[in-house]
């Protein structure tokens, strides 16, 4: 088949398969190109770049018009590969999509498709990489075989701009989203990003897809507003609003900073965190009452409402014995120190929240058995004892859900009113797959297990939190612990940012979850902060809460009470634009939807409101 052209009025695609080159023309001139081969790589460590096309054809319908090929003949496999290219002609919007016939169960460890796009010109590339990231060309930036729906990649997307930086737009960029979002990871070198698909319970067994929605005069901006529009037609954008239309207890949250505090910590002889030189420390525990008295000093000093999050309070303390923790721990006070310190909460207009774990699964546990954990495709079961309670597997998704349950009715049945409650890990680490056959797992499933998980909490009216924040598991969850930048030592107070941090997730879902900040004026560095830079002023910046230390004085809650009043007040806005101002990455201006402009100096650490 000779070279296809198919003319859009937002873009022009020439398409060659044979030749293996895919081209992009924008009404402005502009022209995006794809020539590397694609490849398959075979778990016995072989990549395979796909042979030239056994058939070609153009393709049409009602929606769409493209081309189709089919790859076979990959030596030593049965595989056959179908790709359709298209662009669908209402949106503009262009779609890679790959079909998958004969490969054997895990014969498959990727398929890299399609090639990344070239650009000349210069410019930058943009990851959802935590709270986001800006890479621009020439830095050298390489990571390989990152997962989609983790750290690396909180949404599945990323995107390019040609020309311009970070002050200015480019002449033109382009969003591009995993459509197919659970199986997918992506490498980067430089300025090319390739998509990657990984099987399925050892099978390629869908299509997969990519889209791409090119834009004139593009910047960062641009990106995170054409994938909001995405989400919204979806139906996944759900907002507070909604959020706290559901669960009426949501609304308390708005404005309120956060209490991080612990009662009770037993740390394993296993565990990576055992204090071998000083074993006292080892065990050692805070009663509830207490952090009650705590809590009572705080609203002495004029701390009106917060969000507490109480770690360590099951039988063995902080990270043991999950999923069955119970009882409270007896030493600082049992089930009645946790009702009174539920009370003291009550007492005070704090919202009483815990720490609690699914996935990591104790092997001392009462209800411990291999049968429950995840297993891999060669029927062995993860394993790790880097955590307090020391030696563990993870629990199925599957299972998650029952515990879940079991644990709620528990806590109502003791007379402890749970008001929150944070499910560790859920909104962090990558989706888990389960081979096992009693509870075969996918990773779509569970995005759907520990969602469900979520929404048994608020079902119960329990306002539902997690780790950080990962697109699949967010129209769940309200609450994240921390959505900070990636940086180059995440738990290092002096490291530098990867790229040029950019509050990407906050420019998508700042109205959809409630993401604090653990910083306070003067305060630099923190986890997965750059070293240079205040918390504080990102919270402020972006319209988010920030923390406050359970010993707070009344100066350090008056600067908490500033933040956390400012982010009441811009709870139901969207950010729709951030800035770099006067050729500086420090100087930066954040406008909302109601048109609220706030500029935050990062070298002054000064910042200003402008409220409509």
């Known amino acids: 088949?000779?070279?296809?052209?198919?003319?859009?009025?937002?873009?022009?695609?020439?398409?060659?398969?044979?030749?293996?080159?895919?081209?992009?023309?924008?009404?402005n001139g502009d022209v995006w190109r794809m020539t590397e081969r694609p490849s398959v790589t075979f778990s016995d460590g072989r990549t395979v770049p796909f042979p030239a096309p056994s058939e070609e054809s153009p393709l049409a319908n009602g929606t769409s018009d493209g081309v189709r090929a089919v790859y076979e003949g990959f030596e030593g496999s049965a595989l056959r590969l179908e790709t359709?290219?298209?662009?669908?002609?209402?949106?503009?919007?262009?779609?890679?999509?790959?079909?998958?016939?004969?490969?054997?169960?895990?014969?498959i460890a990727s398929v890299a498709?399609?090639?990344?796009?070239?650009?000349?010109?210069?410019?930058?590339?943009?990851l959802s990489r935590m709270q986001g990231a800006l890479i621009p060309d020439g830095s050298g930036f390489v990571r390989e075989n990152e997962p989609v729906n983790e750290r690396t990649a909180y949404m599945p997307i990323f995107g390019q701009v040609r020309g311009g930086s970070p002050f200015a737009p480019g002449t033109s960029g382009y969003l591009a989203v995993f459509d197919t979002p659970f199986d997918a990871r992506y490498s980067v070198?430089?300025?090319?990003?390739?998509?990657?698909?990984?099987?399925?319970?050892?099978?390629?067994?869908?299509?997969?897809?990519?889209?791409?929605?090119?834009?004139?005069?593009?910047?960062?901006?641009?990106?995170?507003?054409?994938?909001?529009?995405?989400?919204?037609?979806?139906?996944?954008?759900?907002?507070?609003?909604?959020?706290?239309?559901?669960?009426?207890?949501?609304?308390?949250?708005?404005?309120?900073?956060?209490i991080h505090a612990g009662i009770a910590i037993h740390v394993s002889p296993e565990s990576d965190y055992y204090n071998k030189d000083e074993p006292w420390e080892?065990?050692?525990?805070?009663?509830?009452?207490?952090?009650?008295?705590?809590?009572?000093?705080?609203?002495?000093k004029g701390l009106d409402v917060a969000y507490t999050h109480f770690d360590g309070w099951g039988r063995h303390g902080y990270d043991n014995l999950h999923p069955s923790p119970f009882p409270p721990h007896e030493e600082a006070g049992g089930t009645e120190g946790m009702k009174r310190l539920a009370e003291a909460c009550r007492e005070c207009g704090y919202i009483f929240g815990i720490h609690d774990q699914y996935r990591d699964y104790y092997y001392d546990g009462p209800d411990f058995s291999l049968?429950?954990?995840?297993?891999?495709?060669?029927?062995?079961?993860?394993?790790?004892?880097?955590?307090?309670?020391?030696?563990?597997?993870?629990?199925?998704?599957?299972?998650?859900?029952?515990?879940?349950?079991?644990?709620?009715?528990?806590?109502?049945?003791?007379?402890?009113?749970?008001?929150?409650?944070?499910?560790?890990?859920?909104?962090?680490?990558?989706?888990d797959e389960c081979f096992s056959k009693a509870h075969p797992v996918t990773r779509e499933q569970c995005a759907e297990n520990r969602r469900r998980c979520l929404d048994i909490l608020t079902d119960r009216g329990i306002i539902p939190s997690s780790e950080e924040i990962?697109?699949?598991?967010?129209?769940?969850?309200?609450?994240?612990?921390?959505?900070?930048?990636?940086?180059?030592?995440?738990?290092?107070?002096?490291?530098?940012?990867?790229?040029?941090?950019?509050?990407?997730?906050?420019?998508?879902?700042?109205?959809?979850?409630?993401i604090p900040w653990i910083g306070l004026p003067g305060e630099h560095g923190g986890w997965?902060?750059?070293?240079?830079?205040?918390?504080?002023?990102?919270?402020?910046?972006?319209?988010?809460?920030?923390?406050c230390s359970i010993t707070a004085t009344e100066e350090e809650i008056a600067a908490v009470k500033t933040a956390c009043a400012s982010a009441k007040r811009l709870t139901h806005t969207a950010i729709v634009r951030h800035e770099f101002l006067d050729g500086s990455i420090r100087r930066q201006r954040t406008t909302f939807s109601d048109g609220t402009v706030i500029e935050a100096d990062f070298d002054t650490d000064e910042y200003s409101i402008v409220a409509p």
């Open 84 to 107: 359709v290219v298209r662009i669908e002609r209402t949106t503009g919007d262009l779609f890679f999509e790959i079909f998958f016939e004969g490969d054997r169960f895990g014969e």
């Open 189 to 258: 070198r430089d300025d090319r990003v390739s998509p990657l698909w990984v099987p399925s319970l050892g099978e390629m067994r869908y299509a997969r897809r990519m889209l791409y929605r090119f834009r004139e005069t593009c910047d960062y901006n641009t990106i995170a507003l054409c994938y909001r529009a995405y989400v919204k037609e979806r139906g996944r954008l759900v907002t507070l609003r909604e959020k706290a239309a559901r669960n009426p207890n949501v609304e308390r949250l708005f404005g309120a900073p956060v």
């Open 113 to 126: 498709f399609p090639a990344p796009f070239e650009k000349e010109g210069g410019g930058y590339t943009v």
């Open 1 to 27: 088949m000779a070279e296809t052209r198919i003319v859009h009025q937002n873009l022009t695609l020439t398409a060659d398969p044979a030749a293996f080159v895919y081209a992009v023309t924008l009404p």
């Open 528 to 547: 997965g902060i750059p070293g240079k830079d205040s918390a504080y002023l990102y919270a402020i910046l972006c319209g988010n809460p920030v923390y």
């Open 282 to 300: 080892n065990d050692c525990w805070t009663t509830f009452d207490t952090q009650a008295e705590r809590l009572r000093e705080l609203k002495k």
């Open 371 to 431: 049968d429950e954990a995840i297993q891999y495709i060669d029927g062995s079961h993860p394993y790790c004892s880097v955590w307090h309670g020391g030696p563990h597997s993870f629990l199925c998704s599957a299972r998650a859900v029952e515990y879940v349950r079991r644990n709620y009715a528990e806590f109502e049945r003791l007379g402890i009113p749970v008001e929150a409650a944070y499910l560790d890990v859920f909104s962090v680490v990558e989706m």
């Open 470 to 514: 990962l697109d699949c598991i967010l129209p769940s969850q309200v609450l994240c612990h921390h959505a900070p930048f990636f940086t180059s030592s995440l738990g290092s107070p002096n490291s530098d940012p990867i790229g040029i941090p950019i509050p990407l997730l906050n420019l998508v879902y700042h109205d959809c979850a409630v």
